[in-house]
């Protein structure tokens, strides 16, 4: 199996550009997770989602974060306007039942200037 | 709620020496405790996991974990470093409920494992 897949693997951007971070979970997996990794705050739960369908949007940080998944092998997080402070390494996970091993993607690292 | 606090962000250890990394957790159920590694510009692999079958758990490169409710701990060890092992390492508590959902991980802020030659 190919894992979970994410592009771009880095992404360089202006203040108010609009980002789009891409995720391909492994097939079969139910449940898709989208954290942040930052040095102030570590790992944090973004979004996720079950059968497509987000289960829990607490921890996007602000109207600017949006995330989908139109179907069971893609998902995307959106950033728009992007800001400096949004610079982080954005990760993909996902699993087969939810509650027990999520399997990471690569990460997506962000810098916006 | 579900917490978990990694004692030491940074822990240096020689070559050869014995590997202590600690973990305590708070979770209102009976959890589910995860390690996992980080190297370098990659992303989180697990190392091992507890799901309430055997409470000593051996996860890959030599590592193990031992589930002590009485302590609320989930210390990773392995018995002799090696160079590879230097990484960041991420205990993590996910809560177990029969009713309801409870899906999320959060992790504990992380030690940076230094091995010396």
């Known amino acids: 199996d190919a894992g979970v897949i994410q592009s771009p693997r880095h992404e360089v951007t202006e203040m108010g550009q609009e980002v789009t971070l891409r995720c391909k979970p492994i097939?079969?997996?139910?449940?898709l997770f989208w954290y942040r990794q930052t040095m102030m705050r570590g790992l944090e739960l973004l979004i996720y989602?079950?059968?497509?369908?987000?289960?829990?949007d607490s921890g996007m940080p602000e109207d600017r974060f949006s995330a989908k998944m139109p179907n069971a092998s893609f998902s995307t997080l959106k950033i728009q306007p992007s800001e400096p402070r949004d610079s982080a390494v954005y990760f993909c996970?996902?699993?087969?039942?939810?509650?027990?091993?999520?399997?990471f993607g690569p990460g997506t690292r962000l810098l916006v200037l | 709620a579900q917490s978990v606090t990694q004692l030491g962000s940074h822990v240096s250890v020689s070559e050869g020496a014995l590997v202590l990394l600690r973990c305590n957790y708070s979770?209102?159920?009976?959890?589910?405790l995860f390690w996992y590694v980080q190297y370098p510009n990659q992303g989180l692999q697990l190392l091992l996991k507890?799901?309430?079958?055997?409470?000593l758990v051996k996860g890959i490169n030599g590592f193990e974990a031992e589930f002590k409710k009485s302590e609320t701990s989930f210390h990773l060890t392995k018995p002799s470093a090696h160079m590879s092992d230097a990484a960041e390492y991420f205990c993590?508590?996910?809560?177990?409920?029969?009713?309801?959902?409870?899906?999320?991980?959060?992790f504990g802020k992380g030690t940076l494992l230094t091995v010396n030659p």
């Open positions: 979770s209102s159920v009976p959890p589910y």
């Open positions: 996970a996902s699993s087969l039942v939810g509650r027990e091993t999520q399997y």
């Open positions: 993590a508590v996910s809560g177990r409920e029969l009713r309801g959902s409870n899906y999320k991980l959060t």
């Open positions: 989602f079950n059968n497509n369908v987000p289960i829990d």
């Open positions: 507890y799901t309430s079958a055997a409470t």
């Open positions: 097939s079969g997996h139910d449940y």
